[in-house]
T-cell receptor, first 110, second 113 residues
Framework: QKEVEQDPGPLSVPEGAIVSLNCTYS??????FMWYRQYSRKGPELLMY????GNKEDGRFTAQVDKSSKYISLFIRDSQPSDSATYLC??????????FGSGTRLSIRP | SAVISQKPSRDICQRGTSLTIQCQVD?????MFWYRQQPGQSLTLIAT?????????ESGFVIDKFPISRPNLTFSTLTVSNMSPEDSSIYLC??????????FGEGSRLTVL
């Protein structure tokens, strides 16, 4: 079992829809959670960085962590074609290296 | 966050040759990290590069194949030696922010024929 699992997609939604991207992790010691956006032929760009459980909002993006179920989510409201990219989740603890999911390809249809 | 610049951004190489990737950061950092992203796969840490000491390699990666230099606090290089088509990947330079988050350069996309 991979330490961080992510549905590879591709996920295609119409413009304006709410997008839900999800990951699960297996290491209960993980405390830090990150979401990255990666456009084609570019490096990953950090979108959200959260600690422990709860929600964090930044503009149209909301990161949610449920440590009881080891489930992390990224919600994108009012999705735009410019949101089309691959989204990577990542988790780690203070004693571990950062573990990345394999990424979900998202396409927003105009 | 720091600006991380990588060169080359992409290259096409012949089997058996070596290529050196450069990473320049606009601020001084103690540790720099090199990752590999193979097509359709997750990011895999190759090694951690500390200034003034030997790089620390992850399981499955060896210095002879991926020699790393770290001559100062703003620069590092990763060499991919004796390349084969299996080395075709995106190679990424990265560093940790003040609160632990990881920032990446734009990546170097290598295609080995």
């Amino acid at each position: 079992q991979k330490e961080v699992e992510q549905d590879p997609g591709p996920l295609s939604v119409p413009e304006g829809a709410i997008v839900s991207l999800n990951c699960t992790y297996s290491n209960s010691a993980f405390q830090y959670f990150m979401w990255y956006r990666q456009y084609s032929r570019k490096g990953p760009e950090l979108l959200m960085y959260t600690y422990s459980s709860g929600n964090k909002e930044d503009g149209r993006f909301t990161a949610q962590v449920d440590k009881s179920s080891k489930y992390i989510s990224l919600f994108i409201r009012d999705s735009q074609p410019s949101d089309s990219a691959t989204y990577l989740c990542a988790s780690y603890s203070s004693a571990s290296k950062i573990i990345f999911g394999s990424g979900t390809r998202l396409s927003i249809r105009p | 966050s720091a600006v991380i610049s990588q060169k080359p951004s992409r290259d096409i190489c012949q089997r058996g040759t070596s290529l050196t990737i450069q990473c320049q950061v606009d601020s001084q950092v103690t540790m720099m990290f090199w990752y590999r992203q193979q097509p359709g796969q997750s990011l895999t840490l190759i090694a951690t590069a500390n200034q003034g000491s030997e790089a620390t390699y992850e399981s499955g990666f060896v210095i002879d194949k991926f020699p790393i230099s770290r001559p100062n606090l703003t620069f590092s290089t990763l060499t991919v030696s004796n390349m084969s088509p299996e080395d075709s990947s995106i190679y990424l330079c990265s560093l940790r922010g003040l609160t632990g988050e990881l920032f990446f350069g734009e990546g170097s996309r290598l295609t080995v024929l």
